[in-house]
């Protein structure tokens, strides 16, 4: 037998792709990150929204509570 009919017979090569599963858990981690940072931010912004509305609603209250002392006939 000459060389290259022994090789033929020998153990396949086996080439394999890809890792064990690590791309896919980067990816749910982002996902995961992404939504947190979503939900800060929103956090965020209506407590800032709120920190902004809340001393007009309280001067618009001192107004008509002030309206209503100085209404005459009462």
């Given at each position: 037998m000459d060389d290259s009919s022994q090789?033929?017979?020998g153990?396949?090569?086996v080439v394999t792709q890809g890792g064990n599963g690590t791309a896919i858990g980067l990816i749910v981690a982002a996902i995961i990150l992404g939504g947190a940072?979503?939900?800060?931010?929103?956090?965020w912004s209506?407590?800032?929204l709120?920190?902004?509305?809340?001393p007009?609603?309280?001067i618009k209250e001192g107004i008509k509570g002030a309206a209503e002392a100085i209404t005459p006939g009462q």
């Amino acid at each position: 037998m000459d060389d290259s009919s022994q090789r033929d017979q020998g153990t396949p090569i086996v080439v394999t792709q890809g890792g064990n599963g690590t791309a896919i858990g980067l990816i749910v981690a982002a996902i995961i990150l992404g939504g947190a940072a979503v939900w800060a931010v929103s956090i965020w912004s209506d407590t800032q929204l709120k920190m902004i509305q809340a001393p007009a609603e309280a001067i618009k209250e001192g107004i008509k509570g002030a309206a209503e002392a100085i209404t005459p006939g009462q």
